[in-house]
């Protein structure tokens, strides 16, 4: 199992980037899949998680997106009107084990894989 996340940078207050977390060694249809997101100096945060259900962080439910395309094997994570303190690594996870429990999903010790995350930084 392998997780190749991309699409972060040096990106505008206000932008709306799309970060892409390329799957291999598995159906991505068949795991749990989540995106975190670490700013420094803090602890890993969770942004979203898919799991035939969506659930997002409720301080950043309305601007962050997560989607899969199965053609592709890959999860995206939208971000729309980016602010100074989305500045972060981005990091996608995986995990074979599906729920629908929303506090399970949103914990980082549900996820056993883990891509080596996508920098995004917000210029104001």
């Known amino acids: 199992v392998q997780l190749q996340a991309s699409g972060g940078g040096l990106v505008r207050a206000g932008g709306s980037p799309r970060l892409s977390c390329a799957a291999s060694?598995?159906?991505?249809?068949?795991?749990?899949m989540a995106w975190f997101r670490q700013a420094p100096g803090q602890e890993r945060e969770f942004v979203a998680a898919m799991a035939g259900v969506t659930h997002y962080a409720e301080s950043l439910k309305g601007r962050f997106t997560i989607s899969g395309d199965d053609a592709k094997n890959t999860v995206y994570l939208q971000v729309n009107d980016l602010k100074p303190e989305d500045t972060a690594v981005y990091y996608c996870a995986a995990d074979w084990y599906h729920t629908s429990n929303r506090y399970r999903m949103s914990m980082a010790n549900s996820y056993e894989y883990w891509g080596q995350g996508t920098l995004v930084t917000v210029s104001s």
């Open positions: 060694g598995f159906i991505l249809s068949e795991y749990a």
